[in-house]
């Protein structure tokens, strides 16, 4: 079971904006403004995830302004606006924790573009 | 450009052990925090084990402490996880991931990733 929750799936037409949700506890999430996101493409086997926004909000240079962040207690969220079909894949929250464990991560989510 | 170049996955049988390598390049190794995650078949990622920049500093996920030993070779750049005692649910693709400088929080660029696979 992994320790931050997120919703399995998610889809959107092209153009739409669409937000994942990822909870956990006040020990990550909601303690801490360190959580990530990550893409993952599932149709490109042999790629490692692509982070996409750190420390909630921030977005890596080279990542398209359509990926957002935010944090509410102990709740994260993805927006990607103005779908587009290359957005597909699963995307992963991570935040750091106060446990032994240091890194935990969402289940992920599976973002389907009609 | 910066790479990561994952290798020495195979197949294993109970108990045994494997050492896996990760080859970087484009940045100074020895600038930065580095970690292992693996996702096993069907599953989500989950990070394994981190290691300091000069390497004097290692975190491990409780299901692999005492199992698993992080290194690292500042002088091969390369960034190593010795696997013993392998079980059935250590089957995975281990990525190598480098962080941003010293700190522990996020990985920016990642391996494709090398494929341990348990053999009964």
């Known amino acids: 079971q992994p320790a931050l929750t997120q919703p399995a799936s998610v889809s959107g037409s092209p153009g739409q904006s669409i937000t994942i949700s990822c909870t956990g506890t006040s020990s990550d999430i909601g303690g801490y403004n360190f959580v990530s996101w990550y893409q993952h493409h599932q149709h490109h086997p042999g790629t490692g995830p692509k982070l996409i926004v750190y420390d909630v909000s921030n977005r890596p240079s080279g990542v398209s302004n359509r990926f957002s962040g935010s944090k509410s207690g102990n709740t994260a969220s993805l927006t990607i606006s103005g779908l587009q079909a290359e957005d597909e894949g699963i995307y992963y929250c991570s935040s750091y924790t106060s446990s032994s464990t240091l890194l935990l991560f969402g289940g992920g989510t599976k973002l389907t573009v009609l | 450009e910066v790479q990561l170049v994952e290798s020495g996955g195979g197949l294993v049988q109970p108990g045994g052990s494997l050492r896996l390598s990760c080859a970087t390049s484009g940045f100074t190794f020895s600038d930065y925090v580095m970690s292992w995650v693996r996702q096993a078949p069907g599953r989500g990622l989950e990070w394994v084990s981190s290691?300091?920049?000069?390497?004097?500093?290692?975190y491990y996920t409780d299901s692999v402490k005492g199992r698993f030993t992080i290194s690292r070779d500042a002088s091969k750049s390369t960034l190593y996880l010795q696997l013993n005692s392998l079980r059935a649910e250590d089957t995975a693709v281990y990525f190598c991931?480098?962080?941003?400088?010293?700190?522990?929080?996020?990985?920016?660029?990642w391996g494709k990733g090398t494929t341990v696979t348990f053999s009964s």
């Open positions: 290691i300091s920049s000069r390497g004097g500093n290692t």
């Open positions: 991931a480098k962080h941003q400088w010293e700190q522990y929080y996020y990985m920016d660029v």
